[in-house]
């Protein structure tokens, strides 16, 4: 008989870690905020400028900075306390959310506050989001790391839907305003639940020079077959991350729907995801973990296929949430197996790493998508881009053998282990 418990979501380090409580209330409601931004940004800018051009400018500045940030936060977060860096940088965020309401309320507010604010949540963010994924570790036994990972990707998986709702509604009843100061608020309390947990200082704090800091992460990373095989099993899944720059032309030429529905394509992947980190409870006892890297890769990839195979909304909707579904469960076994074979003194510099192909990544896939949108004619688009993402998972996967056939050693009842 199946035991149905397997697969049901883990949330032990909830019961049993006080400090990892506060940290996923923290990145919950952190989360909330991030979704509110999404839509009141982007929104304002175009109300402001009529001009998709600097909507577009203010979103690569924040990718920018973010990608810049994730570097400054792995050096900082093997030097410094990560419970300081993670709350002097939230707080600072909060500091331009709330810029941003006050701008908001003038007369005529101005575009280049907007740019200031994305340039500096950008860096702090990526400062902040890669000290967490150094600090999670420290708060849970190892053998809870894909649990602890799966609860982070839910909190993500759920802002993503409910986030921008919810900052759509916040703006239509009040105005852009009301939007930043619920973002500001959401994140001071971030910051109070950042401040509740115990010093968190690296175990052996780094000396080098911050750029040799920074190299030496990467060459840590890179050099270490497992941890450098799942890094580069990360770009590609997050290159698969443009399929939103095909969505509005696909919605409305191809599927012929309006934007009640473009807003559930857009929510889609973010159900499936939300279904993956729901079921994972297997992941805790998972042995081939390579293997399983690269079949979610592929659930991914087919999914976007199979969304733009058709012409049918029913179909898209499941489809994409079938690659939303692989996603969610390669970033949560890729996530455990970085964590548990990086040492503590370079974990925020590994996770500076992880942190900056994620960015990149994601960066890439926009490009390329817009590459084959302009190649292709638009039914064709979505198909295209889902089957260039088969091909670079298959190629991936003969590429790297060692990954591939990886499995986690199991403990025995004397604390050995064996593969």
């Given at each position: 008989m199946i035991d149905v418990r397997r697969f049901v979501l883990d949330v032990s380090p909830l019961r049993t870690s006080r400090d990892f409580r506060y940290l996923f209330i923290a990145r919950v409601v952190s989360i909330l905020g991030l979704g509110i931004l999404a839509v009141t940004v982007p929104l304002q800018t175009f109300r402001l400028t009529g001009s998709t051009t600097h909507v577009a400018l203010v979103a690569t500045i924040l990718g920018l900075a973010t990608f810049l940030g994730t570097f400054a936060g792995g050096v900082l977060a093997d030097r410094f306390d990560r419970r300081v860096v993670i709350a002097l940088a939230r707080g600072t965020v909060g500091v331009m959310f709330t810029l941003l309401a006050v701008n908001a309320m003038l007369p005529e507010p101005q575009l280049w506050v907007i740019y200031l604010c994305a340039a500096v949540d950008g860096f702090c963010g990526g400062v902040s989001a890669t000290a967490l994924m150094a600090v999670t570790p420290t708060l849970v036994p190892r053998d809870k790391l894909p649990a602890a990972g799966a609860l982070m990707a839910l909190t993500a998986d759920v802002g993503s839907m409910v986030g921008p709702a919810l900052g759509g509604i916040v703006i239509a009843a009040g105005n852009f305003a009301t939007a930043y100061g619920c973002a500001a608020i959401t994140t001071f309390v971030t910051t109070f639940c950042i401040t509740r947990l115990p010093a968190l200082p690296p175990t052996h704090a780094a000396t080098d020079s911050p750029l040799r800091s920074i190299a030496s992460g990467i060459r840590y990373a890179f050099g270490n077959?497992?941890?450098?095989?799942?890094?580069?099993?990360?770009?590609?899944?997050?290159?698969?991350?443009?399929?939103?720059?095909?969505?509005?032309?696909?919605?409305?030429?191809?599927?012929?729907?309006?934007?009640?529905?473009?807003?559930?394509?857009?929510?889609?992947?973010?159900?499936?995801?939300?279904?993956?980190?729901?079921?994972?409870?297997?992941?805790?006892?998972?042995?081939?973990?390579?293997?399983?890297?690269?079949?979610?890769?592929?659930?991914?990839?087919?999914?976007?296929?199979?969304?733009?195979?058709?012409?049918?909304?029913?179909?898209?909707?499941?489809?994409?949430?079938?690659?939303?579904?692989?996603?969610?469960?390669?970033?949560?076994?890729?996530?455990?197996?970085?964590?548990?074979?990086?040492?503590?003194?370079?974990?925020?510099?590994?996770?500076?790493?992880?942190?900056?192909?994620?960015?990149?990544?994601?960066?890439?896939?926009?490009?390329?998508?817009?590459v084959v949108a302009f190649l292709v004619p638009v039914d064709y688009a979505l198909l295209i881009?889902?089957?260039?993402?088969?091909v670079a998972t298959t190629i991936l996967t003969l590429a790297l053998p060692t990954l591939r056939r990886f499995s986690e050693p199991v403990a025995t009842p004397d604390g050995h282990s064996y593969s």
């Open positions: 077959t497992i941890i450098g095989g799942v890094l580069v099993a990360g770009f590609v899944t997050m290159i698969l991350a443009g399929w939103a720059v095909l969505i509005p032309e696909y919605a409305t030429t191809v599927l012929g729907v309006g934007s009640t529905a473009v807003g559930l394509l857009y929510a889609a992947p973010a159900v499936g995801a939300a279904l993956g980190s729901l079921s994972s409870g297997w992941t805790s006892s998972l042995r081939r973990v390579g293997l399983a890297i690269f079949i979610a890769m592929f659930v991914s990839a087919a999914g976007l296929v199979g969304a733009g195979a058709g012409s049918v909304l029913t179909l898209a909707l499941i489809c994409l949430a079938a690659h939303g579904f692989g996603d969610a469960v390669a970033d949560i076994v890729r996530y455990a197996t970085v964590q548990k074979h990086t040492p503590d003194e370079m974990r925020g510099r590994v996770a500076g790493v992880w942190s900056a192909q994620v960015t990149a990544g994601a960066s890439v896939g926009s490009m390329i998508a817009g881009y889902g089957l260039t993402g088969l």
